[in-house]
C-alpha cells in the first residue's frame, strides 16, 4: 500500500527544504518508495479530520492502511526499520544509528528552534539580544561536540543512515554564518545535500511552493 504523508499547501519556509514534510520526503526517497501527498492548509491543520491525525495540528503526518502517524521521527523511523538504506542491518550499528536519529532531534535541534524563535520574535525584548547570544554559544558548544564525533569522516557512523539524514536536516535549519565556522559540518550538509534521494525530496517539494504561488 503507497502511504500518504501531509504537506503545507503553502510553505512558509519559502522553497528551501526546510519543512518537516522534506525530512521524510527524503527519507521515502532513499529506500525507493513511493509515496502521494495531501496538501493542507493552516486552517485545515487545526480542524478535526487533520488533528484526528496529528494531535498538535502539525505536518507532517503519515497515512499507511489503517496506520497513522507523526512526529518527523517516528515516521522515519518507521520507514527505516521496514526498508533498506537507513539503518544498517548490524543490531549494533543498527542501535547507534537510531540513537544519532535521537541526537539530532532532542540535543542538536532544540538550541537552533530557539534561536530561530528569539531572532524572529524576542529580539525587540529588553532581553532578547542577550537571549540570542547565550543561544547561539549553546548552539557552537553543540557544533564543536558533533565537529569532533564527526571527524574526517563522511558520516557519523559508517555508512549514511538515518541519523544523518536528521542531522543534516536540522543543521540546514542553522545555515550560514553560524555553520560555516564549522567546516567540517558544512561539508557535511553538502554531501547530504548532493545525494540524489535528497534531490528528488527538494525538487518535488519546491515544486509545490512554486505551483503555490
Request: a negative charge; charged letters at 25%.
Amino acid at each position: 500500500m503507497i502511504p500518504t504523508i501531509t504537506a503545507f499547501a503553502r510553505s512558509p519556509d519559502g522553497g528551501r527544504g526546510l519543512a518537516r514534510d522534506m525530512r521524510v520526503r527524503w527519507a521515502l526517497e532513499e529506500t525507493g518508495q513511493p509515496y502521494e501527498v495531501r496538501l493542507v492548509s493552516f486552517k485545515a491543520m487545526k480542524e478535526p479530520d487533520h488533528l484526528a491525525l496529528h494531535p498538535f495540528g502539525q505536518i507532517p503526518t503519515y497515512e499507511e492502511g489503517d496506520l497513522a502517524l507523526f512526529e518527523t521521527g517516528a515516521i522515519i523511523l518507521h520507514i527505516a526499520e521496514r526498508h533498506d538504506g537507513l539503518l544498517p542491518k548490524e543490531p549494533n550499528g543498527r542501535a547507534r544509528a537510531i540513537t544519532w536519529m535521537f541526537a539530532a532531534l532532542n540535543t542538536v535541534e532544540p538550541p537552533i528552534l530557539d534561536r530561530e524563535t528569539t531572532a524572529l520574535s524576542e529580539r525587540g525584548e529588553t532581553w532578547g539580544e542577550a537571549r540570542l547570544r547565550l543561544t547561539e554559544e549553546r548552539i557552537r558548544v553543540r557544533l564543536s561536540q558533533l565537529s569532533a564525533q564527526l571527524g574526517d569522516d563522511d558520516w557519523l557512523d559508517g555508512a549514511f543512515s538515518a541519523g544523518d539524514l536528521l542531522m543534516v536536516s536540522v543543521l540546514m535549519r542553522l545555515g550560514p554564518p553560524i555553520l560555516d565556522e564549522f567546516p567540517s559540518l558544512a561539508a557535511y550538509v553538502a554531501r547530504g545535500q548532493s545525494r540524489p534521494a535528497y534531490q528528488r525530496a527538494f525538487e518535488a517539494q519546491l515544486k509545490v511552493f512554486r505551483e503555490g504561488i
